[in-house]
């Protein structure tokens, strides 16, 4: 009896690897490049347009590869797809960059007594900043005005129908500099998504989340990726999602929770990433399981606390938390090591002075 089980174990393995040969053996190389591709291409031969029609083309064991180009990508990589643990889906970003927010420093703007009114649909909430000005979040306020009160710089208010009112320092007005509003909702959206791999993707600009994890994504590993400026968080997974964060970069995300947040039933490791210069704390890790490894928590607003990163859940191996001063003398010194820290450098000064990297 031991042996006929054994002999099915056997078979049920042999059959599973089989599968993740023949997925392999098949895989394709779907390329996407939104200047020079067509969607009516097959993606192989010659590259399709869109990430829409892309990802339609992809079975297990492919890989979507994203060109590089000058100009970023201006839609949204929604990934509901599935590929198998033996044979998963690959992403290749070779460092290309989606951005879905813009400058808006030339406006138009129009002076409305203390404040300017700028025309805009999109009006963000308590949570998420609605721009940027320099790195610094201009967002609603968290508590109503007292009797007597001058609202402070750098915040909204509602203006007429169609308009958004932002009060700047007094003696600032147009034309501004630096002035970086997101757009969109994601630019990345996993939903149910399973067995993915996701290298080498920059991501800014997303009004919502530049990494957005919702429902039962499963095994969903992210590498050597960044996602900086957004409305929210860098990244934030729901529901019940499963995934593991490698070496990446979450700065200048206006989420008052927390510039990585993640809730619900979600299990996530965070190894060797840094969460920095943010509205909240660097990491909020409210959900089921999660790991912070070799991690960086720099420069943000608000220091990690027991209520951002509950003992009972969230497990630290050389978890470091530098506010102030100090977190860019510790960016600095460790730049000549980790490539991730050099590039914070790099585009705090462009950050600083235009609001946004060029590149």
């Known amino acids: 009896m031991m042996e006929i089980v054994r002999l099915k174990r056997y078979s049920t ?3 599973v690897t089989a ?35 892309a990802v339609t083309l992809l079975a297990p064991g492919d890989t979507l590869s994203i060109t590089p180009t000058k100009e970023p990508y201006r839609e949204t ?13 690959i992403v290749e970003g070779n460092r290309a960059t989606i951005e879905l927010g813009e400058d808006i420093s030339d ?4 002076q409305a007594g203390e404040y300017w009114s700028y025309p805009t649909e999109e009006i963000a909430g308590k949570q998420a900043a609605f721009a940027f000005y320099r790195g610094n979040p201009i967002s ?30 007094e003696g600032m007005t147009p034309p501004f500099t630096g002035l970086y509003k997101p757009g969109g909702n994601k630019c990345v959206y996993l939903a149910g998504t399973k067995h993915v791999r996701i290298r080498n993707l920059n991501v800014r600009g997303a009004a919502n989340d530049g990494f957005g994890l919702h429902g039962e994504v499963e095994d969903v590993i992210v590498e050597n990726c960044t996602a900086i400026l957004c409305g929210d968080e860098g990244t934030s997974a729901h529901g019940k999602g499963q995934a593991e964060f490698r070496d ?11 510039g990585v947040t993640d809730v619900h039933e979600t299990e996530t490791d965070y190894i060797r990433c840094i ?46 938390d530098i506010t102030g001063d100090a977190a860019l003398t510790e960016i600095q ?6 490539s991730h820290m050099a590039q914070l450098l790099t585009w705090r000064e462009a950050v600083l002075s235009n609001g946004a990297p060029a590149e």
Not at 333 to 338: F, G, K, M
């Open 107 to 110: 406006g138009p703007w129009t």
């Open 77 to 89: 990589l929604r990934l509901d797809i599935e590929g198998t643990p033996g044979a998963p889906i």
């Open 13 to 15: 393995l042999i059959a």
């Open 140 to 169: 609603r306020m968290r508590k109503p005005l007292q009797p007597g009160e001058t609202p402070p710089d750098f915040t909204i208010h509602d203006g007429e129908p169609g308009t958004v009112w932002i009060r700047f320092p």
């Open 19 to 53: 599968l993740g040969l023949a997925s392999l053996c098949s895989a394709k190389i779907i390329r996407v490049d939104h200047v020079t591709g067509d969607d009516a291409n097959d993606g192989e031969s010659a590259p399709v347009k869109s990430f829409a029609h």
């Open 333 to 338: 010194r460790l730049a000549l090591e980790n």
């Open 275 to 320: 969460s920095a210069f943010g509205r909240g704390p660097g990491f909020a890790l409210k959900g089921a399981k999660h790991k912070l490894i070799d991690s960086y928590s720099l420069g943000n607003d608000r220091p990690e606390d027991k209520a951002s990163l509950p003992p009972a859940s969230v497990e630290k191996v050389n978890f470091v």
């Open 248 to 258: 990446c970069l979450f700065a200048w995300n206006g989420s008052w929770s927390g």
